[in-house]
């Protein structure tokens, strides 16, 4: 029994009876056991995932119906509300929350039996890009483990990546999980803005963010995505996407395709291996029946700072709730007044989301509203216009994931616009609402680096069929856990 | 020149749910803290639900009130921390990328002033705070959400009214208009708040919040202009500020604002799309629109000739009206609207006896041709409506159980009289010279046919007896 | 002079968010920074932009439907007395 495949030759292997679901899932959390005490790709685990792979491989006996994930393990990143787990956004504010309810893709996941294994370590609140903001330690790279997994679903990452899960569910804001998709060899998804139900995710910034699969290979990316997608009445931003199957015709190929290659992410704040490795791409492409052309995006160069304006503004908002009154931590309110009470509370938020809250009162407060949020809302609205304007001469976009090849920890965490510019090509999917993703394509120095693809927005499928191209152009080498 | 303008709040109570999830709109009478689910409680990764109707009838009630309604809604964000505020934000509306809110510059018409409305919301409700202890000692506060989330229509005037009293006729036309539209019951508590501004001779404008009742508010008005004419007449500076209407005291008191605490930093509510209202849903909307008060009032009075005050009555309660509306024909319009008015009006002056009465239009009708035909007389009617409103029981079993027949016949009539006469030889005496006694006389013959006589009859009989 | 002012109200901005500064001191400079970074919006070519919104039209939302919560959410959350949640008191 091999922890290195896919989700569905996983679902092969138990429908064929080469194994059970019990044994799948016990030796995974073995796996956990012998690495996690290193990557820290965990934060808890489900210490009822054997008694749910007992309860799944009896209804296989008795014939009875089982969902499509035969009992796949699954991991989910901390701020997704799985009922009756901890859910804590990797902070101090939150690290007695029980979530007493059930997010909607989780509802979705259990009810075709996948297994919940165990919630995944991320920056704290979704806030980072290197898993190093997490109130209770950073995870490491499995490639190499003084290096960043990338962030914020670096848990997710790692826990792929190092077989502790068949695949994993992650947030992306910014590029939180194409990041370290890139970071740590796995597929990566930023799915089109509505189309997975965001029901269940804690807010960081909520008119960008998408829950996204994190997965070993673009089919199984493709197979979750069918289960998690849809219009949901509890998210009024959700839209209907008729029920699509994005795993059929995955092999449909990208022959007569137009592809851009966005300019602006190749120029100077990128590393020449990690440019050389998209023009390997692009080569791959048109060996395989594509056109290469390139695109230029003038507010690029504007995106980023767009990006943090907005995403710092809408999380001033959505973690203002954390007063610590209704949940949160123990912190006796005797002898306080309100708001000073609420102030000391708001000390267990780590120093990163710290300086996001202040950044998010200041830009959108009176006298600098029209400098800073007010401008930056137009240069979303102009970003989109233009990759609009793109996508009427090519079908697909594609850029490296990230500018930089993974770094050490601890290597850029006291520079914040260092850190800013790693999300400079990630960000413009998220902004302008278009699908992602980011699929492992070489290693440098032992380090990975992944390509970027982005299509029209509902153009899901089409985007997925291009990563399975490409990814079948692919060769790296097994990776020594 | 005085100009106040007004800050209404309006609770949608007759709504089945809450603005932004399924918990019940109108809250009253539940435990604390029953009427919530996470998405009222604020509870982290909740999303809200908009309530497509609560969308319909603010629409409703924008178009009552005259209001251009915009093509596409958008919501907002207002941000501020209080124990009441579950998400520390309120979900509300602004009209800051052209009209997004419910309904823009409407009027109205208020004893012949016209009343330009500025703007109208719809937003959320925060939940109730209680202080333990006393104002001094208070340690903790108490929080229940059980409000949190009911729809409210915020209505904002512009300063148009003049003095107290345009102020009070507004409150009280709204009040019926959102019964009549069926979108509000005004009776409950809590369910209509008003703030007011107030300002004197051109100058800066007060804002006064924090009152209880309408009453109050003719009250907080009336201090207000005072205090700022004695202001005023001592040259002092009147300044642009909020105040709070204390109750005991019964004066405006200043309330200390700080500066940062109106940064709100409103930006669109990102997890509600702007909603687009489409021509169709307007019409509907439109159409479905019950009829105003003010266009009842004008239709019974050039329709149906009934008197205007009677109109007035009619008009203004929409129990009366829809009761008078299925009860009336051609030939009874106007005995059922006086009916209506003045026998039924005292059985059912309250919501409780609205709900146990057992009153039907049916049994009104069948009143109301029984007095025509003189079956029974008005005052046997008033006592078999008390009847029926109680028990339900058709008009034909009250009329037997209670004997109200009508005694039509003459001669029955004049025998009964001859009888009470004979028995009343002194008060017959008397009533030769005394008008009074007369009266007693007419007592008795009504006490033996048990209320039914014809009392014009009776007295005329009389009358003619004892002249001979 | 532009440090100075930005610096006050960085710390004006922090009471209004409810974020106690004191020994946060140190993180100042490095919202001053991100501030700064932002500036380069300056240079965006975007004043005529229009705002681009995402529509739902009034027949998709919710029906209006009394649901009650199965659960009794209070007895799951902190700090309550009774039915009430306790908060601190206001002045």
């Known amino acids: 029994m091999n922890l290195a495949i896919s989700g569905l030759k996983y679902i092969e292997e138990i429908k064929n009876g080469n194994y059970t679901i019990e044994e799948f899932v016990s030796k995974t959390l073995e796996q956990i056991q012998k690495l996690d005490g290193k990557l820290h790709a965990f934060l808890s685990l489900n210490d009822k995932a054997i008694d749910q792979a007992k309860k799944l491989d009896k209804k296989i006996q008795k014939n009875e119906k089982i969902g499509a994930c035969f009992g796949m393990p699954i991991s989910i990143k901390d701020n997704i509300c799985v009922k009756g787990t901890k859910t804590t956004c990797a902070s101090k504010m939150l690290e007695d929350f029980v979530a007493p309810y059930e997010a909607t893709v989780i509802s979705k996941l259990k009810s075709e039996d996948a297994i919940i294994i165990g919630k995944t370590n991320m920056d704290e609140f979704a806030m980072g890009l290197t898993t190093e903001f997490s109130a209770f330690g950073p995870s490491r790279n499995p490639w190499n483990h003084d290096y960043v997994p990338g962030g914020s679903s670096g848990g997710s990452a790692v826990a792929v990546r190092a077989l502790e899960c068949v695949a994993s569910l992650g947030s992306d804001t910014g590029g939180s999980v194409r990041n370290p998709a890139s970071f740590c060899s796995v597929v990566g998804y930023k799915p089109t803005y509505g189309l997975v139900s965001r029901y269940g995710l804690i807010s960081y910034a909520n008119s960008i963010e998408q829950i996204g699969p994190l997965t070993r290979t673009v089919e199984d990316l493709a197979f979750i995505l069918n289960i998690i997608s849809g219009i949901d009445d509890k998210d009024n931003t959700t839209v209907d996407n008729k029920n699509e199957d994005y795993l059929s015709e995955i092999d449909a190929g990208v022959e007569g395709k137009k592809i851009g290659i966005i300019k602006e992410m190749i120029g100077d704040g990128a590393d020449k291996e990690v440019v050389s490795a998209t023009n390997n791409a692009l080569k791959k492409f048109e060996n395989l029946g594509a056109k290469c052309e390139e695109i230029s995006l003038d507010m690029v160069d504007y995106s980023v700072a767009a990006y943090y304006t907005i995403s710092a503004t809408e999380a001033g908002s959505n973690l203002a709730r954390y007063d610590n009154l209704r949940y949160g931590f123990d912190f006796p309110l005797e002898g306080f007044e309100f708001n000073s009470y609420i102030s000391k509370a708001r000390k267990n938020f780590g120093p990163e989301v710290t300086r996001r809250l202040i950044v998010g009162g200041f830009v959108p407060s009176a006298g600098f509203a029209g400098k800073y949020f007010l401008k930056a809302l137009k240069v979303k609205s102009k970003l989109t216009a233009e990759v609009n304007e793109a996508f009427k001469k090519v079908d697909l976009l594609l850029a490296p994931t990230v500018p930089i090849r993974p770094f050490k920890l601890g290597e850029k965490i006291d520079d914040p616009i260092a850190l800013f510019l790693i999300d400079f090509n990630t960000v413009t999917a998220n902004l302008t609402g278009k699908p992602a993703i980011s699929i492992p394509f070489e290693l440098s120095d032992g380090l990975p680096i992944g390509i970027q693809l982005l299509a029209k927005s509902m153009h899901d499928k089409a985007l997925l069929q291009a990563a399975y191209a490409l990814q079948n152009t692919v060769h790296l080498p097994e990776i020594q856990l | ?468 | 002079m532009k440090c100075l002012i930005l610096k006050e109200k960085i710390e004006e901005v922090a009471k209004l968010m409810r974020i106690e500064l004191d020994d946060h001191v140190v993180y100042l400079d490095r919202v001053q920074k991100m501030i700064e970074y932002f500036d380069i919006l300056d240079e965006a070519d975007v004043e005529s932009e229009k705002l681009s919104v995402q529509e739902l039209p009034i027949k998709n939302l919710r029906e209006d439907k009394h649901i009650p919560y199965e659960e009794r959410i209070i007895d799951t959350l902190k700090n309550y007395k009774g039915n009430y949640i306790r908060a601190p008191k206001m002045i």
């Open chain 2, 1 to 468: 020149m005085t100009k106040i303008g007004l800050e209404i709040h309006c609770q949608l109570t007759n709504l089945e749910s809450k603005l932004f999830c399924t918990c019940r709109a109108n809250y009253r009478g539940y435990e604390p803290n029953t009427n919530v689910c996470p998405i009222c409680m604020g509870l982290p990764g909740t999303l809200p639900r908009l309530n497509q109707k609560a969308v319909e009838k603010a629409t409703t009630i924008a178009m009552a009130l005259n209001c251009k309604t915009p093509e596409k809604l958008a919501f907002f964000r207002k941000n501020y921390f209080y124990p009441d505020l579950p998400k520390n934000f309120q979900i509300t509306q602004l009209n800051v990328y052209g009209p997004t809110s419910i309904g823009l510059e409407g009027k109205v018409l208020v004893d012949e002033k016209e009343i330009r409305i500025l703007r109208i919301q719809l937003e959320e409700d925060p939940g109730r705070l209680i202080y333990e202890g006393s104002s001094e000692k208070t340690q903790i506060t108490l929080v229940d959400y059980n409000r949190a989330g009911t729809p409210l229509v915020e209505i904002v005037t512009e300063p148009d009214f003049e003095n107290p009293k345009q102020v009070r006729l507004f409150l009280n036309m709204l009040s019926d208009l959102l019964e009549n539209l069926s979108v509000s019951d005004p009776e409950l508590e809590g369910a209509i708040r008003a703030d007011v501004n107030v300002s004197i001779q051109g100058g800066k404008r007060v804002e006064i919040k924090n009152i209880g009742s309408f009453h109050d508010l003719e009250k907080a008005i009336h201090f207000e202009i005072t205090r700022q004419e004695s202001l005023a007449a001592r040259n002092i500076q009147i300044i642009q500020e909020t105040r709070h209407w204390d109750e005991q005291r019964k004066i405006t008191i200043s309330a200390r604002r700080k500066e940062e605490e109106l940064e709100y930093r409103y930006f669109l509510e990102g997890d509600i799309p702007w909603i687009l209202i489409d021509s169709q849903t307007l019409d509907r909307l439109k159409n479905d629109m019950p009829e105003s008060i003010i266009s009842k009032k004008e239709r019974y009075i050039s329709k149906y000739k009934i008197p205007s005050q009677v109109a007035e009555v009619l008009s203004s309660d929409k129990f009366y009206s829809d009761m008078f509306e299925q009860v009336r024909d051609e030939t009874n319009v106007k005995d059922v609207a006086n009916i209506i008015t003045t026998d039924l009006m005292g059985l059912v002056d309250t919501k409780e006896k609205r709900e146990n009465s057992k009153l039907t239009p049916q049994h009104l009708v069948e009143l109301v041709n029984a007095i025509k035909s003189n079956k029974i007389t008005r005052t046997a009617a008033k006592i078999a409506l008390k009847e029926i409103v109680k028990s339900g029981k058709t008009l034909s079993d009250v009329i037997s159980e209670l004997d109200l027949v009508h005694v039509s016949d003459a001669s029955e009539l004049t025998r009964i009289i001859d009888q009470v006469l004979s028995e009343e030889i002194i008060a017959v005496e008397q009533a030769k010279t005394n008008p009074d006694t007369i009266n007693y006389l007419i007592g008795k013959v009504m006490q033996k046919t048990k209320g039914n006589a014809d009392p014009k009859l009776t007295l005329s009989i009389i009358q003619k007896k004892i002249q001979t």
